[in-house]
């Protein structure tokens, strides 16, 4: 899967904060393309349903994530709580990422 970009939104939380970036693979480092081009194969990203949601828990995170490739464009909306257990990993790296770009 050749991804272009990975815009990736978090909200909600006990203080309703927003985090969102806009992340150029070209502009991540090799290990971090590469971890996370293997975790959206590993979940089958474009398969997935748009909304992976079960009931909402109070100040639980929402994530909001968009793929974009070559080929095709596909949103994930997703909870804490209604994640998938494989795609934990690429919220907190995503989530990682936003941070870290917001304070530059």
């Known amino acids: 899967m050749d991804v272009e ?6 909200t909600g939380g006990f203080a309703g904060m927003r985090i969102a970036t806009d992340l150029k ?3 991540l480092s ?6 996370i081009s293997e975790l959206l194969d590993d979940l089958d990203f474009g398969e997935l349903p748009e ?9 639980q995170f929402t994530y909001v994530i968009t793929v974009e490739t070559d080929d ?3 949103t994930v909306t997703t909870g804490d709580a209604s994640a998938p257990e494989k795609m934990q990993e690429l919220l907190h790296l995503l989530d ?3 941070r870290t770009k917001r304070k530059h």
Do not use: G, T, V
């Open 51 to 59: 909304e992976l949601l079960e009931e909402s828990m109070p100040d």
């Open 25 to 27: 693979f070209a502009d």
């Open 96 to 98: 990682r990422l936003a």
């Open 5 to 10: 970009r990975i815009k990736f939104e978090r």
């Open 30 to 35: 090799d290990e971090q393309a590469s971890r």
């Open 72 to 74: 095709w464009e596909h």
